[in-house]
Structure formats: structure tokens, C-alpha cells
């Protein structure tokens, strides 16, 4: 199993709808589980920078996450989070 951990920071709710409609096909199409999805977070131990939406999302492997986040079919997709806000995908793996 491979984890990816992404940060949001909302700036645009209008662009952040559009994404969400098409966030769970680009997901399944790479066969990714959504396990947490937070509006918010805590830091609850040292610092960092601003915090945001916290979504954690569960893939077969790694190579399937690397997959999905350079899909060229997905690349609109992609760029509907990133004209949303201000995000950092980290894969945990």
C-alpha cells in the first residue's frame, strides 16, 4: 500500500466544486480510496506551514499514485486543484 497525504488551501470554493466533481473518477480510474477527508487541521506537535483541506488517500502501490498524478488524461483535472488553491501532495510510501 502506498498513502498520499494533500494540503489544501482553499482560495477558490467555485473552482473547488468543479474539481470535486471530477476528483472521484480520476481517483478510481487509479484505483484510490479516500480514507480521511478533513475541512481543517490541527498541528498538533511542532510547526508548519498553513494548513487546509486534509485529504488522505490510499493507492495499490506507489507507482499507482505516481500514476494518477501524472495521468495526461487528468492533467484538467489536476489543474481545477490547482486553480483552487494552494496545495502540497506528498506521497508516503
Known amino acids: 500500500m502506498a498513502y498520499v497525504y494533500v494540503n489544501l488551501v482553499l482560495e477558490d470554493a467555485e473552482k473547488m466544486a468543479a474539481y470535486r466533481k471530477n476528483a472521484g473518477a480520476a481517483l478510481k480510474k487509479h484505483g484510490a480510496k479516500v480514507l480521511v477527508s478533513a475541512p481543517s487541521q490541527t498541528v498538533i506537535e ?7 483541506i486534509g485529504v488522505i488517500l490510499e493507492f495499490a502501490s506507489s ?3 505516481q500514476a494518477w498524478i501524472n495521468d495526461p488524461d487528468l492533467q484538467e483535472t489536476h489543474g481545477l486543484r ?3 488553491g494552494r496545495s502540497a ?5
Request: proline fraction near 0%; glycine fraction near 12%.
Open 82 to 84: 490547482r486553480a483552487a
Open 63 to 65: 507507482e499507482a499514485a
Open 89 to 93: 501532495i506528498t506521497l508516503l510510501a
Open 46 to 52: 511542532g510547526s508548519r506551514d498553513e494548513t487546509g
